[in-house]
Antibody
Framework: EVHLVQSGAEVKKPGESLKISCKTSGYIFTTYWIGWVRQMPGKGLEWMGNIYPGDSDTRYSPSLQGQVTISADTSTNTAYLQWSSLGASDSAMYYC????????????WGQGTKVTVSS | QSALTQPASVSGSPGQSITISCTGTSSDVGTYNLISWYQQHPGEVPKLLIYEASKWPSGVSNRFSGSKSGNTASLTISGLQAEDEADYYCCSYAGRSTFVFGAGTKVTVL
């Protein structure tokens, strides 16, 4: 069975760095794109970017390019989303998701990681 | 890459059918048949309802159906039920392994 298990909730101060994770199991990690989706409080879903762990090919939403870094570790089948300097506007729920059996649709989702940035 | 346009809210009575539209551009919805729809209940993880504009993932009720014409995709919920009250999002492939979501539609069952 396929599982995506995300790291726990984080509370950070503005300017701090952060790296959240999405540990996968039950499928061949290197052969499927993993995406990250942001949901700000009370707002809709926003695609942030995708990574193909097989060759680390990474794509970002134009609106987020340079603000976050997506990476993957094939030795632990884990994808990451990181910030070098958080801002209050980064407070959101972050989901990882994969496109496993349904073409380019995200059919398997992680449980989400809530990030709160507050001074 | 702007968010796809969805109505903010749609409502209907139990048993009725409702349709949610999702309008994009010739760079996304208009070019690709790779439209997906997601249902999200408050506090829950999004759930895939439709992929490739009109296909059902395993386990999804056929009360949900999808279509596309030109730059607009649509999700129809037939036989509306109380449990269908949720937020619904469309998503389109936008080329070069990038995606764009719609702003979301809140469905209310009257």
């Amino acid at each position: 069975e396929v599982h995506l298990v995300q790291s726990g909730a984080e509370v950070k101060k503005p300017g701090e760095s952060l790296k959240i994770s999405c540990k996968t199991s039950g499928y061949i990690f290197t052969t499927y794109w993993i995406g990250w989706v942001r949901q700000m409080p009370g707002k809709g879903l926003e695609w942030m970017g995708n990574i193909y762990p097989g060759d680390s090919d990474t794509r970002y939403s134009p609106s987020l390019q340079g603000q976050v870094t997506i990476s993957a570790d094939t030795s632990t089948n884990t994808a990451y989303l990181q910030w070098s300097s958080l801002g209050a506007s980064d407070s959101a729920m972050y989901y990882c998701a994969i496109q496993l059996r349904t073409g380019d649709a995200f059919d398997i989702w992680g449980q989400g990681t809530k990030v709160t940035v507050s001074s | 890459q702007s968010a796809l346009t969805q109505p903010a809210s749609v409502s209907g009575s139990p048993g009725q059918s409702i349709t949610i539209s999702c309008t994009g551009t010739s760079s996304d919805v208009g070019t690709y048949n790779l439209i997906s729809w997601y249902q999200q209940h408050p506090g829950e993880v999004p759930k895939l309802l439709i992929y490739e504009a009109s296909k059902w993932p395993s386990g999804v009720s056929n009360r949900f159906s999808g279509s596309k014409s030109g730059n607009t995709a649509s999700l129809t919920i037939s036989g509306l039920q109380a449990e269908d009250e949720a937020d619904y999002y469309c998503c389109s492939y936008a080329g070069r392994s990038t995606f764009v979501f719609g702003a979301g539609t809140k469905v209310t069952v009257l």
